[in-house]
């Protein structure tokens, strides 16, 4: 067992410096000391932040009482669409419900209240009432805001001021439908009861007022409109039945054996003229022959030719006459027939006007039937009663405190815990070093002597005691008890391990190597090694420690010079010799190489890693400093104020092992 840890102590651990730590896994257990260490932050700043709620909630918050009106829409007066929900039997829009719940928030509405009520004058709703102090936060913004801009803070005109009380209004108003139903709930929170109670009332009354307001506008509206559009309609049948008129009385439109007979005379007329510019054509042709004949002109007879050209002639002006009267016959029917067809065009369009006409003046009989007193399409259920109180609510007020307080208390106490040096646990130390923790030992509460008769520190030093003496079957001769940078620490160790040693009948000798607080006499350590005076002259003896004690009292400058020579190293072979047990105790490996030289001389070096001081960097790096000066470390102390007889415990060798 000794040979596995000596080869871990010289190879694995020389090798182990600040920059090669290994990540460790997450503690919880760590993780719930932290917090319980910082349970009087905890505890502080949950009362501050429960102590600032209350005195917000008691002294500075003002109380707010609401009041309820119910008001029931008419699901007639909804719009329907696809998708709609059914709401007591008759579907219902969703989105026509929160169009009437934004009619009943909408400024308009506010304003009216603001009216009715005279809001204008209630230092409540109307803020500028209310002088601003120069100091306060509403004072230093204004100022800031006219500094950083160059535009003074001008006072508000009326209508600003009328705004931002309706504003207000709004914000102190909440309206909401309750499940299912056409039923509306419209609460009113002010700081006086039979304000909100007055403030839910009225917006009700105001909101069924501007729905008779609305009916009343849009009835007049359409009767106005349908009175100009009837009267329109009017003018319109009253011109076509006079083009009616004019067609039929003077063209005969609506006479269809006129058009038949002048059809007639169109076809006879076409005939004739074929017929006699057939008799044309025929006549000139006979007239062509006789004068293109072979026959002369003195042989021809001149009286049947002359007939012939007259009845050519006479045929000819037939056909021009019978051209136009043919044509002239043609124009009567196209006129006749283009009279007829605009005859039936204006009597269609006077039919559909006199349908719009009496369809119109039908729906203005029936407005103006309506016209007059209007009734809203809502009523209200129940009206206010006195504000009930609703805010503060202190009792929620100070649990939520509370509860606010204590994750800032637990947020600062990790805080600080993450923000701490040393370790926090002896199993965090024995992870990082890759070393036992021999014993957990309580943090000295003094740096004299008698602090080794508290009970705490006496059952850790028998602890320690055990692991050494188990580690190597029988106390080592020499042990030399160091610290990262506590002295303090490091002389109680060796004291109290010294008395631990006495109290199994062991001869002990306790070396100090500083004058205080062990040592009290003026002979000393360099005495003895210079031949002075004996041994046993230097040797002293304390009640409250039964063990021998040697003291060093020189100066810090001349201990590495003494520690390093020749007839130290001789005196302390003597030494071993006379004692069971040698306890060296030493400075700090921080303050110089006095430990480093004593733990060459040492059979066993023990480590002492002060929990809230000693940080993982400075730790290893005099860990290092030993391994280079080839200390054999068996094993750390961790000493901690959380250390108490409950939760010491011991590291053996074989989890030493594990570790490595």
């Not at 003074?152 to 931002?164: F, G, R, S, T, V």
């Not at 025929?282 to 004949?293: E, F, I, P, S, V």
């Not at 102390?637 to 594990?658: D, E, G, K, P, Q």
Request: aromatic letters at 4%.
């Amino acid at each position: 067992m000794t040979a596995c840890f000596d080869r871990a102590t010289t190879s694995d651990r020389r090798s182990l410096t600040p920059d090669a730590v290994p990540i460790e896994p997450f503690d919880f257990a760590g993780l719930f000391r932290v917090i319980w260490r910082g349970k009087l932050i905890i505890v502080a700043v949950t009362l501050l932040t429960v102590m600032m709620a209350g005195y917000y909630a008691f002294a500075i918050a003002k109380p707010q009482f609401a009041a309820v009106t119910m008001l029931k829409i008419d699901a007639g007066s909804l719009p329907v669409a696809d998708g709609a929900q059914t709401v007591g039997g008759l579907p219902v829009e969703p989105a026509s419900l929160k169009t009437e719940v934004a009619v009943l928030r909408s400024p308009h509405l506010m304003r009216r209240v603001v009216d009715e009520l005279d809001l204008l004058s209630d230092p409540a709703f109307n803020r500028y009432l209310t002088p601003i102090a120069p100091w306060s936060m509403t004072g230093m913004r204004n100022r800031l805001r006219s500094f950083l801009t160059g535009v003074p803070e001008d006072p508000p005109d009326q209508a600003a001021i009328l705004e931002k009380t309706a504003q207000n209004v709004a914000a102190s108003v909440n309206v909401d439908t309750l499940r299912d139903t056409l039923i509306f709930r419209i609460t009113a929170t002010t700081g006086d009861p039979d304000s909100a109670a007055r403030i839910a009332d009225t917006l009700a009354a105001v909101y069924l007022a501007d729905q008779v307001a609305a009916k009343e506008a849009a009835t007049d509206e359409a009767f106005v409109w349908l009175s100009e559009r009837v009267a329109q309609l009017q003018r319109d049948l009253q011109g076509q039945e006079t083009t009616i008129n004019t067609l039929v009385t003077a063209h005969r439109a609506d006479d269809i054996g006129a058009l038949d007979a002048l059809s007639r005379q169109a076809v006879e007329a076409a005939d004739r003229l074929d017929e006699t510019e057939r008799t044309l054509i025929a006549a000139q042709a006979t007239l062509a022959r006789r004068d293109t004949a072979a026959t002369p002109a003195a042989l021809r007879p001149s009286v049947g030719r002359a007939r012939l050209r007259a009845d050519a002639d006479r045929l000819a002006a037939q056909v021009a006459s019978l051209k136009t009267f043919h044509e002239g016959i043609v124009a009567q029917r196209d006129a006749q027939s283009a009279y007829q067809l605009r005859l039936q065009q204006v009597r269609r369009e006077a039919g559909a006007t006199r349908v719009l006409y009496e369809t119109y003046l039908a729906r203005l009989q029936q407005v103006g039937a309506q016209r007059g007193p209007q009734s809203a399409d809502s009523r209200i259920l129940s009206p206010a009663i006195p504000g009930t109180y609703v805010a503060p609510r202190k009792m929620l007020i100070l649990v939520m405190a509370g509860i606010v307080g204590l994750c800032l208390g637990t947020a600062l106490a990790l805080i600080r815990g993450a923000l701490r040096p040393g370790f926090e646990t002896a199993a965090q130390l024995s992870r990082a070093t890759r070393l036992p923790v021999l014993a957990e030992i309580p943090r000295p509460r003094s740096c004299g002597l008698d602090q080794i008769a508290d009970h705490d520190h006496v059952v850790a030093m028998r602890d320690l005691r055990t692991s050494l003496m188990l580690d190597r079957g029988k106390a080592p001769g020499i042990i030399l008890s160091t610290a990262v940078t506590d002295m303090d620490s490091a002389h109680m160790q060796a004291a109290g391990l010294a008395q631990a040693f006495a109290g199994l009948d062991k001869s002990v000798l306790l070396m100090a190597t500083r004058d205080d607080p062990l040592s009290d006499g003026h002979r000393d350590l360099e005495g003895v090694i210079a031949g002075l005076f004996p041994l046993s002259d230097a040797i002293r003896r304390d009640p409250r420690l039964p063990v021998d004690i040697l003291s060093c009292k020189v100066t810090h400058s001349d201990r590495a010079d003494l520690f390093s020579t020749d007839r130290f190293a001789g005196f302390i072979r003597n030494l071993k010799a006379q004692y069971d047990v040698i306890i060296i105790a030493a400075p700090p490996v921080s303050e110089g190489p006095e430990a480093r030289l004593l733990a060459r001389l040492s059979n066993a070096v023990i480590y002492a890693v002060h929990a809230e001081t000693n940080d993982r960097r400075s730790t290893l790096t005099g860990l290092d400093a030993l391994h280079h000066a080839g200390a054999n470390i068996v094993g750390l102390t961790f000493v901690s104020a959380a250390a108490s007889r409950r939760n010491l415990r011991v590291f053996s060798r074989r989890t030493a092992m594990v570790h490595v």
